[in-house]
């Protein structure tokens, strides 16, 4: 079936490092993807979005990369902190209001 | 400015029991969906309730119910609880425009025993 899904479950990064999180997603009708970080015990926290017509979009640490030819999203994080240790999920919506996730890469950054 | 409420946070129920767990959503906002989430796993869409209707409907069986109330606020309803029902259970608010973002709450912990 068509489902968003991340290359790898678990990433460990230096803290002050920055960080690269992948997702490829096949459903090639897709327009829009936002990423969220979830902490233990709380619900997902809404990080950036992008909408297919662009290519890149930037936020406060975080850029967003949208590659439509390979069906390839990704999450940078400039300075990876303590802080952003967290599961991070991709979705997508597939133009009918309701989000598709995959199943997260746990980050863990160390001190 | 509250976010996303839910409640009860935790609860512990037997199986073929029925529950009501409840949402208040954000400020401002008109729509909420239901996500069950399972342990290590992602968001799964339950449905979605916008002017107190279901809107759009995930692959749950109609033991899962809800309700919109005119104040925005909703329901989730199971019943007939079975083993596999056990987990997080999110609320999501967001405008009823294509491109708004979900913020979700923080979840009701379901565990059936």
């Known amino acids: 079936g068509e489902s968003v899904g991340l290359h790898l479950p678990t990433l460990s990064v230096q803290e002050g490092d920055n960080s690269i999180i992948n997702c490829a997603y096949s459903?090639?009708?897709?327009?829009?993807f936002i990423w969220y970080k979830q902490e233990s015990g709380k619900g997902p926290q809404f990080i950036i979005d992008?909408?297919?017509?662009?290519d890149k979009r930037q936020g406060q640490r975080v850029t967003v990369l949208l590659n439509k030819t390979v069906k390839h999203l990704s999450l940078q994080i400039a300075a990876t902190q303590p802080g952003d240790s967290a599961v991070y999920f991709c979705?997508?919506?597939?133009?009918?209001?309701?989000?598709?996730f995959g199943a997260g890469t746990t980050v863990t950054v160390r001190a | 400015d509250a976010g996303v409420t839910q409640s009860p946070t935790h609860l512990i129920k037997t199986r073929g029991q029925q529950v009501t767990l409840r949402c208040s959503p954000k400020?401002?906002?008109?729509?909420v969906s239901w996500y069950q989430q399972a342990l290590g796993q992602g968001p799964q869409f339950i449905f979605q309730y916008y002017e107190e209707e279901e809107r759009q409907r995930g692959n749950f069986p109609d033991r899962f119910s809800g309700h919109q109330f005119p104040n925005y606020s909703s329901e989730l309803n199971v019943n007939a609880l079975l083993l596999g029902d056990s987990a997080l259970y999110l609320c999501?608010?967001?405008?009823?425009?294509?491109?708004?973002?979900?913020?979700f709450g923080n979840g009701t912990r379901l565990t059936v025993t």
């Open positions: 400020s401002g906002h008109d729509t």
């Open positions: 459903n090639s009708a897709s327009d829009y």
């Open positions: 999501a608010s967001s405008l009823r425009s294509y491109n708004s973002p979900l913020h």
């Open positions: 992008i909408r297919s017509n662009m």
């Open positions: 979705a997508e919506n597939k133009g009918d209001y309701k989000l598709s």
